[in-house]
């Protein structure tokens, strides 16, 4: 199939400003997951604020097709301008936009590209479609792609006083015993990130939860 008009003309305004010599640090610091096309995060931002003054934001009835598009394409900075589209139009993301981050999350899944989405628009979508959280909280916490149950974990980073903490807790507890070394870190990432708001409750849950990881322990207390 071929790819939306939006996408190739992205394509095209990217690619002009590849640069060879970057890709291999980039390949090599991401584990040799991707293939790169060497131009790092300022550049590419900018490149994108580029496009969008250029071209505008894509309709949003388009934007499931253009995430997939570039999702489909094998040099990773294309993953990263879907991902800063779809944060462009966070605001105006309908329910069903549910299914569209669902695959992004479980294709081509790396922590880059998962943990933005996680902290961000299923964080934005949770918080505004409360059946949306419930359907798909249900369904991600209990899977066996790590990456989901990641975002569960990761999804309320920025929530601050309005974290469920209750909740966090409750899917800490589920992941308690994973050797996922991405499992472990998202733990000890989402405590760490709740105590700037609520240090107290934070040190108490790592005190009296024996089986949390090292990994996750330390990563809790790091600001404490």
């Known amino acids: ?14 690619e002009k400003h590849a640069n060879p010599a970057n890709a291999a ?31 505008s ?27 800063g589209l779809i944060g462009k139009m966070e605001k105006q993301l309908t329910e ?8 992004l999350i479980t294709h081509r899944s790396w922590w880059d590209t998962v943990d933005t989405l996680a902290s961000n628009s299923v964080g934005a979508m949770f918080m505004r479609y409360p059946k949306v959280k419930q359907k798909y909280l249900k369904k991600w916490r209990k899977s066996d792609n790590f990456w989901l149950r990641r975002t569960t974990l990761l999804f309320q980073l920025g929530y601050k006083e309005e974290t469920d903490f209750g909740l966090l807790c409750g899917l800490i ?23 700037w708001t609520n240090p107290k409750a934070v040190r108490a ?5 024996k089986g949390l990881s090292p990994l996750s322990r330390r990563e809790a207390l790091k600001n404490l």
């Open 1 to 14: 199939m071929s790819l939306h008009p939006y996408v190739l003309l992205l394509k095209k305004h990217v």
């Open 25 to 55: 640090p980039m390949k090599k610091y991401m584990r040799d997951q991707f293939e790169y096309l060497g131009i790092k995060t300022p550049q590419l931002v900018a490149l994108r604020k580029d496009f969008i003054e250029e071209k």
């Open 57 to 83: 934001l894509p309709p949003l009835k388009d934007l499931d097709r253009i995430a997939r598009d570039l999702w489909s394409l094998p040099q990773r900075e294309f993953q990263y301008l879907a991902v």
């Open 96 to 103: 069903d936009f549910i299914t569209t981050l669902e695959y």
């Open 173 to 195: 507890e589920e992941n308690l015993g994973s050797d996922e070394f991405f499992i472990n870190k998202a733990i000890g990432w989402a405590l760490r990130q709740y105590a």
């Open 205 to 209: 849950y790592v005190k009296a939860t």
